[in-house]
């Protein structure tokens, strides 16, 4: 039986490859993590957005985060009960800066098999429309593996700036969100963003989760369980924060951002 998901719910996630939206976390923490966010970058004069790959675990809140277990009920009616994260992103578009994020399918470049990956996009502050909320494309799920463009362009989000073209925008449905909720999504739903139109931050964390079967394509890699238990073994454990901000984690992290971003190593795309 599901845990708090009707089986219409599971049904039109299977169809549709999305849900939205769901109560998550208390707004209070959101502002927290937004507090630590900023803190970070006066501190290290970087964005938080810029760490590509694992960023729920260089801030113990974001760790809390990832194991919230309204956010948690809700994934596990998708994929089971032995969860493990992934990987996470914490997505930054400040007020009228211009960024977006291309229409892209995680799965062309996640390098994970099989493709049961779900996305869990926590609103740390509101996502409108007029602020570059998410939207997708209905069912693209089910269809194929799109071919993408790495433009690395300078105000695209994505870590190569991947583009798939030809998409039918006119289709595509938007999940606005208010502060604490989230929303789900496949990880081969085609899926994009446009730019924020308003003065205020638009910022969200994107948490991707596996069930414990789910195997890396490109080698060992690194995962954490946040719930249940692994019986497969196929993920080294990472490492959990220790503090407000785990330097040692955010060395690591960053080093391995670097390496996804830098076109001399193979993407998983190309794997």
Same mark, same amino acid.
């Given at each position: *039986?599901?845990?708090? =998901?009707?089986?219409?719910?599971?049904?039109?996630?299977?169809?549709?490859?999305?849900?939205?939206?769901?109560?998550?976390?208390?707004?209070?923490?959101?502002?927290? *993590?937004?507090?630590?966010?900023?803190?970070?970058?006066?501190?290290?004069? *970087?964005?938080? &957005?810029?760490?590509?790959?694992?960023?729920?675990?260089?801030?113990?809140?974001?760790?809390?985060?990832?194991?919230?277990?309204?956010?948690? +009920?809700?994934?596990?009616?998708?994929?089971?009960?032995?969860?493990?994260?992934?990987?996470?992103?914490?997505?930054? #578009?400040?007020?009228? +800066?211009?960024?977006?994020?291309?229409? @892209?399918?995680?799965?062309?470049?996640?390098? =994970?098999?099989?493709?049961? =990956?779900?996305?869990?996009?926590?609103?740390?502050?509101?996502?409108?429309?007029?602020?570059?909320?998410? #939207?997708?494309?209905?069912?693209?799920? =089910? &269809?194929?593996? @799109?071919?993408?463009?790495?433009?690395?362009? #300078?105000?695209?989000?994505?870590?190569?700036? %991947?583009?798939?073209?030809?998409?039918?925008?006119?289709?595509?449905?938007?999940?606005?969100?208010?502060?604490? %909720?989230?929303?789900?999504?496949?990880?081969?739903?085609?899926?994009?963003?446009?730019?924020?139109?308003?003065?205020? +931050?638009?910022?969200? *964390?994107?948490?991707?989760?596996?069930?414990?079967?789910?195997?890396?394509?490109?080698?060992?890699?690194?995962?954490?369980?946040?719930?249940?238990?692994?019986?497969?073994?196929?993920? +080294?454990?990472?490492?959990?924060?220790?503090?407000?901000?785990?330097?040692?984690?955010?060395? @690591?992290?960053?080093?391995?951002?670097?390496?996804?971003?830098?076109?001399?190593?193979? %993407?998983?795309?190309?794997?």
């Amino acid at each position: *039986m599901p845990k708090v =998901l009707s089986e219409d719910q599971i049904d039109f996630f299977r169809e549709t490859g999305f849900l939205s939206p769901y109560d998550g976390i208390d707004p209070t923490a959101a502002a927290a *993590m937004c507090a630590d966010l900023a803190a970070f970058e006066q501190s290290e004069g *970087m964005c938080a &957005g810029d760490i590509n790959m694992k960023g729920h675990l260089c801030f113990s809140r974001a760790y809390e985060i990832t194991a919230n277990d309204q956010v948690l +009920d809700v994934v596990e009616d998708l994929i089971g009960p032995n969860i493990l994260a992934f990987a996470s992103r914490f997505w930054v #578009k400040k007020g009228n +800066d211009g960024k977006f994020v291309s229409w @892209h399918q995680d799965s062309a470049y996640f390098g =994970l098999e099989p493709h049961d =990956l779900v996305t869990a996009w926590v609103a740390l502050t509101a996502s409108t429309e007029e602020m570059g909320c998410m #939207k997708v494309l209905p069912g693209s799920h =089910l &269809g194929e593996t @799109h071919s993408h463009t790495e433009t690395f362009a #300078k105000d695209n989000l994505l870590a190569r700036g %991947q583009v798939i073209s030809g998409i039918e925008e006119s289709k595509a449905v938007s999940m606005p969100l208010k502060v604490g %909720q989230f929303s789900c999504h496949h990880e081969r739903i085609v899926h994009g963003s446009e730019a924020n139109s308003t003065p205020n +931050d638009r910022i969200g *964390m994107a948490i991707f989760y596996i069930p414990t079967h789910v195997k890396s394509t490109i080698g060992r890699r690194t995962a954490c369980l946040v719930r249940g238990v692994d019986d497969y073994g196929h993920w +080294d454990a990472d490492p959990l924060p220790k503090a407000a901000l785990d330097r040692d984690i955010l060395d @690591h992290t960053l080093a391995a951002s670097q390496r996804y971003v830098d076109p001399q190593y193979i %993407q998983e795309a190309e794997a």
